[in-house]
């Protein structure tokens, strides 16, 4: 007896590999409960084709080919200090490898490792946050990468500076004081260009009670002009100006986030090199896009079916 394959069966030969491949690009857009009740199929049924159709994409499309530049974070994967790493490839703008068991050192050293000594060569900038273990492990596998430090952690950390300011204020004020100062956390730390009128009008009255606040401000706002600089001694200058103007000032946060920029500041100003301009903003896009897939997947606990959704939800469909 002879058995023939059909290559237009699925893996499960109950279905065709087109109805699999429908299955795979509805549930890109819908949650697997709403696919199953639209088609008439289990959870189980559904969720087992979405799995098949996603390693598809990945044999397909997910090819870790010539690297240049890599954006390195963590994702959180729920409550609870629960991480895994996540490996970008920041030219075609899609993760490459999400894995490990936290954010530690060891656990990027698993993405370094299976890459070939070619690959490695290859690579020439890593884009990451401020996290030590990620550092450590880059410069043991790939020390002649320039390193650059997102944009937007930094600026978080500035913002949580803004925050603390907002705070110690509160405190410090008067009780007639503090109503200029209560609910404006979001107000503060928002761009002013970004606020509507009723956001402007209390941003005026909050300066006009509060020189302090004020001051810490327009230092916030003015800081990300560091990254439009295309050269290091012009943005070493600018920076040298910036934190002149904390001079005399009781404004602690600044002064220690300050601390922090001058410990990790060739991993900042490296950006200014032309050879070095990368999207810094992709990095915390595609993070913003995992949450919203593990929205869409809230309560499956399976980290393969979630490495899977994240890292195929940035591939073309099939």
Not at 114 to 138: A, G
Not at 167 to 182: H, M, N
């Amino acid at each position: 007896m002879k058995v023939e394959t059909l290559s237009w069966l699925a893996s499960n030969t109950r279905y065709t590999k087109r109805y699999e491949r429908h299955i795979g690009r509805l549930c890109r857009e819908l949650t697997v409960k709403r696919v199953a009740e639209l088609e008439r199929l289990s959870w189980y049924q559904v969720r087992q084709i979405e799995t098949n159709y996603m390693n598809e994409l990945v044999s397909h499309f997910g090819k870790i080919t010539k690297l240049r530049a890599i954006g390195i974070d963590e994702i959180s994967i729920r409550r609870g200090h629960t991480y895994m790493t996540c490996v970008s490839d920041l030219d075609k703008g899609r993760p490459l490898w999400i894995g490990g068991e936290g954010r530690r050192e060891e656990d990027l050293d698993l993405f370094y490792n299976m890459l070939s000594d070619s690959q490695k060569k290859n690579i020439s900038l890593v884009v990451m946050d401020m996290w030590k273990p990620f550092r450590k492990s880059t410069l043991k596998h790939i020390p002649h990468a320039q390193i650059i430090y997102d944009k937007f952690h930094i600026l978080r950390h500035l913002g949580d500076a803004m925050d603390t300011v907002r705070k110690q204020e509160y405190s410090r004020v008067s009780e007639k004081e503090r109503i200029f100062i209560k609910g404006q956390k979001y107000t503060l730390l928002s761009q002013k260009a970004n606020l509507d009128v009723k956001g402007k009008r209390a941003l005026q009255l909050l300066f006009k009670a509060n020189k302090r606040i004020y001051k810490a401000y327009l230092l916030k706002e003015s800081f990300g002009k560091l990254w439009n600089y295309k050269s290091a001694s012009n943005a070493e200058r600018f920076f040298t100006n910036w934190k002149s103007q904390l001079k005399w000032s009781r404004l602690k946060p600044f002064h220690q986030f300050v601390k922090m920029i001058e410990r990790h500041w060739n991993g900042i100003v490296s950006y200014c090199n032309p050879n070095n301009k990368v999207s810094l903003g992709l990095v915390e896009g595609i993070n913003n896009k995992v949450r919203v897939i593990q929205r869409r997947a809230y309560g499956i606990k399976d980290r393969e079916y979630l490495k899977l959704k994240i890292v195929t939800a940035f591939l073309p469909e099939l």
